[in-house]
T-cell receptor, first 114, second 115 residues
Framework: AQKITQTQPGMFVQEKEAVTLDCTYD???????LFWYKQPSSGEMIFLIY??????QNATEGRYSLNFQKARKSANLVISASQLGDSAMYFC???????????FGTGTRLTIIP | DGGITQSPKYLFRKEGQNVTLSCEQN?????MYWYRQDPGQGLRLIYY???????QKGDIAEGYSVSREKKESFPLTVTSAQKNPTAFYLC??????????????FGQGTRLTVV
């Protein structure tokens, strides 16, 4: 079974500051992928970044980076230089190599303050 | 353009009625998923399918049914047995058999309201 835990229901961050959104996971799959999605108020799900369990380096995509600590089973999303448009819900998710269903956490609502 | 289409965007249903939500994709993806999202909450998996004519229950399948007769289509029926169906429903698709390495693409969602 897979489980994703996001312990921050909401966060407020000053514009231009960096923010870290926490995500821990649990799985019995030996190989898996970790994903972060952004959901603005419109409801669409926007894929942000992916980290494979065997990747040696942390993933980066523009202002997004993933702080992957495999031994701790954590995959935190770091957003640098936050912008007002970053205000949204953020979801951490995972898929296993064997159990390929896509499991989501409960999300973190991020609000950027001008 | 390739993508995943859900229809309708908004749906109103009377209590006791079944209703079917449409999900179509032209991405040639084998795997398709249905999620339910309640206000301020995360996504909970209802059903998923990794191949035509096969599907598995997710965490909250009771009161829902699906079919996968075509690769492109994965309709979800919300039956009268679902006691609290008012929610936002999201359909997704992805490549299957890649060891969990590929992301899922989502439709725009259907907002179902029971009146």
């Amino acid at each position: 079974a897979q489980k994703i835990t996001q312990t921050q229901p909401g966060m407020f961050v000053q514009e231009k500051e960096a923010v870290t959104l926490d995500c821990t996971y649990d799985t019995s799959d030996p190989s898996y992928g970790l994903f972060w999605y952004k959901q603005p108020s419109s409801g669409e799900m926007i894929f942000l970044i992916y980290q494979g369990s065997y990747d040696q380096q942390n993933a980066t995509e523009g202002r997004y980076s993933l702080n992957f600590q495999k031994a701790r089973k954590s995959a935190n999303l770091v957003i640098s230089a936050s912008q007002l448009g970053d205000s949204a819900m953020y979801f951490c998710a995972m898929r296993g190599a064997i159990d390929e269903k896509l499991t989501f956490g409960t999300g973190t609502r991020l609000t950027i303050i001008p | 353009d390739g993508g995943i289409t859900q229809s309708p965007k908004y749906l109103f249903r009377k209590e006791g009625q079944n209703v079917t939500l449409s999900c179509e994709q032209n991405l040639n993806h084998d795997a398709m998923y249905w999620y339910r999202q309640d206000p301020g909450q995360g996504l909970r998996l209802i059903y998923y399918s990794q191949i035509v004519n096969d599907f598995q229950k997710g965490d909250i399948a009771e009161g829902y049914s699906v079919s996968r007769e075509k690769k492109e289509s994965f309709p979800l029926t919300v039956t009268s047995a679902q006691k609290n169906p008012t929610a936002f429903y999201l359909c997704a698709s992805s490549i299957a058999g890649t060891g969990g390495t590929t992301e899922a693409f989502f439709g725009q969602g259907t907002r179902l309201t029971v009146v």
